[in-house]
């Protein structure tokens, strides 16, 4: 195991806490410091790190507050129609957290009774809930001794203890959920933890750390061997897969278009989309034989023919046609105004061709 000899976490958590109680980022969803156990509503901190799952938090504070407004209680988003979740979630991204976050709202329902539990073994049991969230939620919301390990807090103890092995390996990862356990297994837990979550976000930057103005520079490994910039160290990975999706903007004679609705699982499950075909081109003979409609050749949408999206593991080109129905719409099909989208939630990418054909195709 390469560096992590000697390590003090009680040192490192006394000089969090008195770094962090002198100032800190002000959040919806954060409790002020020293309050203990009851100091914030647990459903807030459950809403908020499920959003917080690889999305920074300047992207997340309107995002919660807008969802708070529309589910201001746990018993108001279990009650909540799952169309309506993803709706209130669009723009976020990753949606496989929404649909977890609603799944988990109606376990602690039906479960335990309305009350988000506060104990990490309690919570690893709901949809959704991993080790992280399951320790956050039970620090931040209880001030209970939950370790946690995200990205932040990977990057903080990798420099703090000279880790030069790539810390997605499984020795590594036990080694920092061991420190992250000794680290909150101290007073203020909950405080503790949120101290090196803002440490990482704040001052411990992946690119350019700011260690001169950091409460742990005397005791911190990497920067006495003077390269915490070139920490942590993670394994190569392969680039996401390049693919294409062709997607036809099919208008009626009323101006509608015409929508369709993705599998329950898989990418953007369960969203509504502009019909998008994934194995090929999306021709005339795929829309009639696909979705049982007759249309003009499709051509090419004129402000945007095409564009690049990336997700997690893959890079998609959006290729978009404009076509014409022949004849009249099956009723049993969803066609609608590009200005009365509001009740269908559509990935991000979606969203933005419909921007363009609003804007003139």
Known sequence: ??????????????????????????????????????????????????????????????YFNRFIERFPTLAALAEADEQAVLTAW????????????????????????????????????????????AGAVASIAYDRPAPIVDGNVARVFARLTHLTDPIDKPEAQRTLWRLAGDYADGPRPGDANQALMELGATVCMPRVPHCLTCPLRTVCRGVRETNPEGLPIKSP?????????GVLAIRDADDRYLF???????????????????????????????????????????????????????????????????????????????????????????????ATLLNGS
């Open 90 to 133: 669009q723009g976020l991204g990753y949606y496989r957290r929404a649909r977890n976050l609603h799944a988990a709202a109606r376990a602690i329902v039906a479960e335990h009774g309305g009350r988000v539990p506060d104990d990490a073994d309690a919570l690893l049991k709901l949809p959704g809930v991993g080790r992280y969230t």
């Open 260 to 354: 369709t609705q993705r599998p329950d699982t898989g990418l953007w499950s369960g969203m509504w989309q502009l019909p998008t075909r994934e194995d090929g081109p999306a021709t005339a003979a795929w829309a009639k034989s696909s979705l049982g409609v007759t249309i003009t050749r499709p051509r090419a949408c004129q402000a945007m023919p095409e564009f690049t999206h990336a997700t997690t593991h893959r890079r998609i080109t959006f290729a978009i046609g404009v076509a014409t129905l022949k004849g009249k719409a099956p009723d049993d099909q969803t066609w609608r105004s590009l200005d009365a989208l509001d009740d269908l939630p559509l990935p991000n990418p979606q969203r933005k061709i419909v």
């Open 237 to 245: 990975k392969r680039g996401p897969k390049a693919v294409t999706h």
């Open 1 to 62: 195991m390469g560096g992590v000899g000697m390590t003090n976490p009680d040192q490192w958590r006394a000089l969090l806490l008195a770094w962090y109680d002198a100032g800190h980022r002000e959040l919806a969803w954060r409790p002020p410091p020293g309050a203990g156990a009851g100091r914030v509503d647990p459903y807030l901190v459950l809403v908020s790190e499920a959003m917080l799952q690889q999305t920074q938090v300047a992207t997340v504070v309107g």
